[in-house]
């Protein structure tokens, strides 16, 4: 549905400043672009000066773009092929109807529709573009692995033999709901990807808490087999004696071996 | 009334009096806030609280557990313009976790200012406390941080603007574990919201509130609440003994006179027994502590969190609050709710109202000090529901009455976390509407919201089953925010202007930010003839009669805009070019209120404005070429009933009538049945009747009241 929507009376609300990511359209790569990107995607310029979500007034800035092709989206986004959403644009005026290109944005309002943020739009051979916005999605993943290995103080491969409640005291104590309830884990490290572990085996804490503060935090068991990052001062603010292990990034499936040490360069 | 006993010579003959009743089904909105964007989104978003902007109630803002769509750096809000009746999300809040987007989240409006404040442990990064602000709610673009500090629980705001053109105070509580000494009730106070500017903590000021030793700490929630007079209370529990599994606690009620900007804050209210500040209104309650899903508790946790104030607008004197506990230490999990008249400084001594099995209390109270209390309670077995109630009372919790908004079952689907429906929800009240939100199974079935409910996702009601973006393919039931707006019974300000000057037209406005419901005409008895009764605009009210003898009034019953919009007020007109009787009817699922008639200008006379069916009827002398009919068309208030009583009078030319006991006049007609006399005023009689002043007795002239 191709909804245009007049401008608002004056009781709608003013834009704010434009979250352009302060990339040059006329400067930046398809790489660059596609890494300052949360939404890109193929699309066709329906409307200018429109706008077809509610809470956005059509002016000169906003144009209703049909998304012809998503070539980077979170899982959870939903497939918007197909539809409609309105483009705050990077520059005003700076769109033509028909106009076919590859738009890469940010997210700004999810309601009936989309309204997104343009940071950067490329014309070119769609082939070619999909493939280096693929790319670069590709290697995006990977280096945000390799940021993430950086920062752990150990990379280990090994089961998990042991857990047991923490003799620790943190700021956050018993008598809150975001008690992370610590634990420790004790690895039996059978490969060492990353930093000199004192021993065979390596500790960290571990909230057993399934408070939404923690509850995504890994849970292992005894048995638990796979890649762990630990970290030291994770959150620093917990002054936690020892490796952390908060995140569910931080343990990875063993079968991610290869492509772990591909990143740290071995 | 004398003038009238003057003109009466004889006593109303009353051959008919007329009633009828319009089917009062509550007038309440439920709102699934999820947008239809987000389709198929399978999140637990739990753990609602709510803003209603007091400057421009369109304006709402509304927060869950609720992850940025994109993945990205910032979590949104919840964002309405057009009163509840359709939300956006807009990411941003610094901070996003991937699958909750924050931790605790509280929001709050300032007074006039149109800010937007928030207090939340940021995403991702533990209990990371920030108060923020934004100037538009809908724009892009973060949130200013204003305070920025570890290792705080629960913030939760409250936000209001000196009268008079003050500043934004903002008030938030929060438990500090970084106060010394296990004394962690806080109240972060902000004097001038607007002024605060980076860095943090820009001009909040962290004010300890807990004067007696803990043990260890106090709980966790710190609820605060503020009066237009500067009267800010906050209420804790103070806890005294804690042994893993139970908190033997205090609730605890503080007091500050002067928005706490005074030398020493919330100091004002000292307890009789031990001379500390802080009134121990509740002493040795037991309050569980077990921090992980209970099968037999619909999956909700005990974490001690549910504690709620309110203080009435008209006095700040009176205010009530809400606690729950095991009493005596035993099972269920119950609320209470007192009140105190004094500041405090005593409470009832014994419950207005007890709910066990239930959770999540949130008390407010509007504009006439109707006490509303919603809360979210476990019924049944096996399984089990969450039903989520509001009740209301308006004689101070003696009565309460009943509107069950949700009742989905509470053993589905299993919670990814906890807290599963949430450690709270909101209420509160603007005029006198309601204004809250809970978060419950999202199974679209309308039995499991007897009120009704309006779905944005995508969902089929006859299959029960919600669909994606695509409104086809099926999505897993999941925990989403529902908003609620419960409307009230109009009360109306009735207003006049006396024209002695030379025009035969009197007109006037309602106060300002009200809008007009109906409105009346007097020729003050000076026998002349009424051409036109209508409104003038939204907000105002016009007579024009033939002549002017030396005193024409016009009247407008008007109310509150938040009231008026809250009830869908619309105005339709009907205008005719030939025929001297013309009629307009109100759209369905609304009712008459009021109405009016207009020559317009064409200098006929009037004989008869008056409610007709569910619309308004107009009958001229002539037509000389256009005529119009006016009705005022209103949706239904919850817990009243509009009803139009009518009187005829054969005796006298001057026809009145009374409201039923305990209702007040919204509008009122007139009728010359026979067609045979001219109408020389129609106006309310005080704030409960009508009047009709006809120019002659014709045997058969009819008033009519429209009450509620």
Same mark, same amino acid.
């Given at each position: 549905?191709?909804?245009?929507?007049?401008?608002?009376?004056?009781?709608?609300l003013?834009?704010g400043l434009? *979250?352009c990511? /302060?990339v040059?359209?006329?400067?930046?790569s398809p790489?660059e672009?596609?890494?300052?990107a949360?939404?890109?995607?193929? /699309?066709?310029?329906?409307?200018?000066?429109?706008s077809?979500l509610?809470t956005v007034p059509?002016?000169?800035?906003?144009?209703?773009v049909?998304?012809d092709?998503?070539?980077?989206?979170?899982p959870?986004?939903g497939?918007?092929?197909?539809r409609?959403?309105?483009?705050?644009?990077?520059?005003p005026?700076?769109?033509a109807?028909g106009?076919?290109?590859?738009?890469?944005?940010?997210?700004w309002l999810?309601?009936?529709t989309?309204a997104?943020?343009e940071?950067?739009?490329l014309?070119?051979?769609?082939?070619?573009?999909?493939?280096q916005?693929?790319?670069?999605?590709?290697?995006?993943?990977?280096?945000?692995?390799?940021?993430?290995?950086?920062?752990?103080?150990?990379?280990?491969?090994?089961?998990?033999?042991?857990?047991h409640?923490?003799?620790?005291?943190t700021?956050?104590?018993e /008598?809150?709901?975001?008690?992370?309830?610590?634990?420790e884990?004790?690895?039996?490290v059978?490969?060492?990807?990353?930093?000199?572990?004192? /021993?065979q085996r390596?500790?960290?804490?571990?909230?057993?808490?399934q408070?939404?503060?923690?509850f995504?935090a890994?849970?292992?068991?005894?048995g638990?087999?796979?890649?762990?990052? *630990?970290?030291?001062?994770?959150?620093?603010?917990l002054?936690?004696p020892g490796?952390?292990?908060l995140?569910?990034?931080?343990?990875?499936?063993?079968?991610?071996?290869?492509?772990?040490?591909?990143l740290?360069?071995? | 009334?004398?003038?009238?006993?003057?003109?009466?010579?004889?006593l109303?003959?009353?051959?008919?009096?007329?009633?009828?009743?319009?089917a009062?089904?509550?007038?309440?909105?439920?709102?699934?806030?999820? =947008?239809?964007?987000r389709?198929?989104?399978?999140?637990?978003?739990?753990?609602p609280?709510l803003?209603?902007?007091?400057?421009?109630?369109q304006?709402?803002a509304?927060?869950?557990?609720?992850?940025d769509?994109?993945?990205?750096?910032?979590?949104?809000?919840?964002?309405s313009v057009?009163?509840?009746?359709?939300?956006v999300?807009n990411?941003?809040l610094?901070?996003?976790?991937?699958?909750?987007?924050?931790?605790?989240?509280?929001l709050r409006?300032?007074?006039t200012?149109?800010?937007?404040?928030?207090?939340?442990l940021r995403?991702g990064a533990?209990l990371?406390?920030?108060i923020l602000?934004?100037?538009n709610?809908a724009?892009?673009?973060l949130?200013?941080?204003?305070?920025?500090?570890?290792?705080?629980?629960?913030?939760?705001?409250?936000?209001?603007?000196?009268?008079?053109?003050?500043?934004?105070r903002?008030y938030?509580?929060?438990?500090?574990?970084?106060?010394?000494g296990?004394?962690?009730?806080?109240?972060?106070?902000?004097l001038?919201g607007?002024?605060?500017?980076?860095?943090?903590?820009s001009n909040f000021?962290?004010r300890r509130?807990e004067t007696?030793?803990?043990?260890?700490?106090d709980g966790?929630?710190?609820?605060p609440?503020?009066? +237009?007079d500067g009267?800010?209370?906050?209420?804790?529990?103070g806890?005294?003994?804690?042994?893993?599994?139970?908190a033997?606690?205090?609730?605890?009620?503080?007091?500050?006179?002067?928005?706490a900007?005074?030398a020493?804050?919330?100091?004002?209210?000292?307890?009789?027994g031990?001379?500390?500040a802080?009134?121990?209104?509740?002493?040795?309650?037991q309050v569980p502590?077990?921090?992980?899903s209970?099968?037999?508790?619909g999956?909700?946790?005990?974490?001690g969190?549910?504690?709620?104030?309110?203080?009435?607008?008209r006095?700040?004197?009176?205010?009530?609050?809400?606690?729950?506990?095991?009493?005596?230490?035993?099972?269920p999990?119950?609320?209470?709710?007192r009140?105190?008249e004094?500041?405090?400084?005593?409470?009832?001594?014994a419950?207005?109202?007890?709910?066990?099995s239930a959770?999540?209390?949130?008390?407010?109270?509007?504009?006439d000090g109707r006490?509303?209390?919603?809360?979210q309670?476990?019924?049944?077995?096996?399984?089990?529901?969450?039903?989520?109630?509001?009740?209301r009372s308006?004689?101070?919790?003696?009565?309460?009455?009943?509107?069950?908004?949700a009742?989905?079952?509470?053993?589905?689907?299993?919670?990814?976390?906890?807290?599963y429906?949430?450690d709270y929800?909101?209420?509160?009240?603007?005029?006198?509407v309601?204004?809250?939100?809970?978060s419950?199974?999202?199974t679209?079935?309308?039995a499991?919201?007897?009120?009704g409910?309006?779905?944005?996702?995508?969902a089929?009601?006859?299959?029960?089953?919600?669909?994606?973006?695509?409104n086809?393919? =099926?999505v897993?039931?999941?925990?989403?925010?529902f908003?609620?707006?419960?409307?009230?019974?109009?009360?109306?300000?009735?207003v006049?202007?006396?024209?002695t000057?030379?025009?035969?037209?009197s007109?006037?406005?309602c106060?300002?930010g009200?809008?007009?419901?109906s409105?009346?005409?007097?020729d003050?008895?000076? +026998?002349?003839?009424l051409?036109?009764?209508r409104?003038w605009?939204?907000?105002?009210w016009?007579?024009?009669?033939?002549?002017?003898p030396g +005193?024409?009034?016009?009247?407008?019953?008007?109310?509150?805009?938040?009231d008026?919009a809250?009830?869908g007020?619309?105005?339709?007109r009907?205008?005719?070019?030939t025929?001297t009787?013309v009629?307009?009817?109100c759209?369905?699922?609304s009712?008459?209120i009021?109405g009016g008639?207009?020559d317009?200008?064409?200098?006929t006379?009037?004989r008869?404005s008056m409610?007709s069916?569910?619309g308004?009827s107009?009958?001229?002398?002539?037509n000389?070429? +256009?005529?119009?009919?006016?009705a005022?068309c209103?949706?239904?208030?919850?817990?009243?009933?509009?009803q139009t009583v009518?009187?005829?009078?054969?005796?006298?030319?001057?026809?009145f009538?009374?409201?039923?006991?305990?209702?007040r006049v919204?509008?009122?007609g007139?009728?010359?049945v026979l067609?045979?006399?001219?109408?020389?005023s129609t106006?309310?009689?005080?704030?409960?009747?009508?009047?009709?002043?006809?120019?002659?007795?014709?045997?058969?002239?009819?008033?009519y009241?429209?009450?509620?």
């Amino acid at each position: 549905m191709n909804r245009i929507l007049p401008k608002l009376a004056p009781l709608h609300l003013i834009l704010g400043l434009c *979250l352009c990511a /302060g990339v040059s359209q006329a400067a930046s790569s398809p790489q660059e672009l596609t890494r300052a990107a949360q939404l890109v995607f193929r /699309g066709t310029i329906q409307k200018t000066e429109a706008s077809n979500l509610e809470t956005v007034p059509a002016d000169s800035g906003t144009a209703v773009v049909r998304v012809d092709e998503v070539l980077k989206a979170a899982p959870g986004l939903g497939d918007f092929t197909g539809r409609e959403i309105t483009v705050k644009l990077a520059q005003p005026g700076d769109a033509a109807p028909g106009e076919q290109a590859v738009f890469f944005t940010k997210g700004w309002l999810y309601g009936t529709t989309l309204a997104v943020i343009e940071v950067g739009r490329l014309h070119g051979d769609a082939a070619l573009l999909r493939g280096q916005v693929g790319a670069t999605v590709g290697k995006a993943a990977d280096e945000e692995l390799q940021g993430r290995l950086a920062g752990a103080a150990l990379v280990v491969a090994g089961r998990v033999v042991e857990t047991h409640p923490a003799a620790v005291v943190t700021e956050v104590g018993e /008598g809150s709901e975001h008690d992370p309830q610590w634990w420790e884990a004790v690895v039996q490290v059978d490969t060492v990807l990353r930093g000199k572990p004192a /021993g065979q085996r390596v500790t960290f804490f571990y909230p057993t808490s399934q408070d939404v503060v923690w509850f995504e935090a890994p849970k292992p068991a005894v048995g638990s087999d796979g890649i762990w990052l *630990l970290y030291r001062d994770q959150l620093p603010e917990l002054g936690l004696p020892g490796h952390t292990a908060l995140k569910p990034w931080n343990l990875l499936p063993r079968g991610q071996v290869d492509r772990v040490r591909r990143l740290l360069g071995q | 009334m004398s003038r009238i006993h003057q003109r009466i010579a004889k006593l109303l003959s009353v051959l008919t009096l007329s009633a009828f009743t319009v089917a009062a089904q509550a007038q309440v909105k439920i709102v699934n806030m999820i =947008p239809n964007s987000r389709s198929g989104e399978t999140q637990q978003d739990s753990e609602p609280n709510l803003a209603v902007n007091p400057a421009n109630p369109q304006q709402i803002a509304g927060s869950a557990f609720t992850p940025d769509p994109l993945g990205g750096p910032n979590a949104p809000i919840y964002v309405s313009v057009n009163g509840g009746d359709l939300w956006v999300l807009n990411s941003i809040l610094p901070g996003n976790s991937a699958v909750s987007g924050t931790g605790d989240l509280t929001l709050r409006f300032g007074g006039t200012s149109n800010n937007l404040y928030a207090g939340d442990l940021r995403g991702g990064a533990g209990l990371r406390l920030n108060i923020l602000r934004t100037a538009n709610f809908a724009a892009p673009g973060l949130m200013t941080v204003l305070v920025d500090r570890n290792n705080v629980d629960q913030p939760y705001v409250q936000a209001t603007t000196v009268p008079g053109g003050g500043p934004d105070r903002v008030y938030v509580g929060n438990n500090d574990f970084g106060a010394v000494g296990g004394r962690t009730a806080t109240v972060d106070v902000s004097l001038d919201g607007l002024l605060a500017a980076p860095p943090p903590p820009s001009n909040f000021v962290a004010r300890r509130i807990e004067t007696r030793a803990t043990s260890g700490q106090d709980g966790p929630p710190i609820r605060p609440a503020f009066h +237009s007079d500067g009267t800010i209370y906050a209420v804790f529990y103070g806890w005294r003994a804690f042994t893993g599994t139970m908190a033997t606690t205090d609730l605890v009620v503080v007091r500050d006179d002067n928005w706490a900007a005074g030398a020493t804050q919330f100091a004002a209210l000292i307890d009789p027994g031990d001379a500390l500040a802080g009134r121990r209104v509740m002493t040795n309650l037991q309050v569980p502590w077990n921090n992980s899903s209970q099968p037999g508790f619909g999956q909700e946790r005990f974490v001690g969190s549910n504690i709620s104030i309110a203080v009435d607008p008209r006095t700040s004197s009176r205010v009530y609050v809400a606690w729950a506990d095991y009493p005596g230490g035993v099972p269920p999990y119950t609320l209470h709710v007192r009140r105190s008249e004094d500041r405090g400084a005593t409470w009832s001594a014994a419950d207005l109202i007890t709910i066990a099995s239930a959770t999540n209390p949130a008390l407010a109270v509007d504009v006439d000090g109707r006490v509303g209390f919603l809360y979210q309670q476990v019924t049944g077995a096996a399984p089990q529901r969450w039903e989520t109630h509001l009740r209301r009372s308006s004689d101070l919790g003696v009565n309460w009455s009943d509107l069950l908004l949700a009742q989905p079952p509470a053993n589905a689907p299993v919670h990814t976390f906890i807290p599963y429906i949430g450690d709270y929800v909101h209420l509160m009240a603007l005029g006198r509407v309601f204004y809250g939100i809970f978060s419950a199974n999202n199974t679209p079935n309308l039995a499991n919201f007897p009120q009704g409910v309006t779905y944005q996702r995508n969902a089929n009601f006859t299959t029960q089953t919600l669909l994606n973006t695509d409104n086809v393919t =099926p999505v897993a039931v999941s925990i989403d925010p529902f908003f609620f707006r419960v409307c009230g019974a109009f009360v109306p300000t009735i207003v006049s202007f006396t024209q002695t000057g030379a025009s035969n037209v009197s007109f006037l406005k309602c106060p300002a930010g009200q809008k007009v419901l109906s409105g009346g005409c007097s020729d003050d008895f000076t +026998s002349t003839s009424l051409m036109s009764t209508r409104p003038w605009n939204d907000d105002g009210w016009i007579c024009e009669f033939k002549t002017q003898p030396g +005193s024409l009034t016009s009247w407008a019953l008007c109310e509150s805009a938040v009231d008026t919009a809250c009830r869908g007020v619309t105005n339709v007109r009907n205008t005719i070019s030939t025929g001297t009787t013309v009629s307009v009817a109100c759209p369905a699922a609304s009712q008459v209120i009021g109405g009016g008639c207009s020559d317009d200008f064409t200098s006929t006379n009037l004989r008869t404005s008056m409610p007709s069916g569910n619309g308004w009827s107009c009958q001229f002398v002539t037509n000389p070429g +256009s005529l119009s009919a006016y009705a005022f068309c209103a949706t239904p208030a919850s817990g009243a009933t509009v009803q139009t009583v009518s009187l005829t009078q054969t005796a006298s030319n001057v026809a009145f009538i009374k409201c039923p006991a305990g209702k007040r006049v919204l509008g009122g007609g007139c009728q010359d049945v026979l067609g045979s006399t001219l109408l020389e005023s129609t106006y309310p009689w005080a704030n409960d009747g009508w009047i009709c002043n006809f120019q002659s007795v014709t045997g058969n002239l009819n008033v009519y009241a429209i009450c509620e």
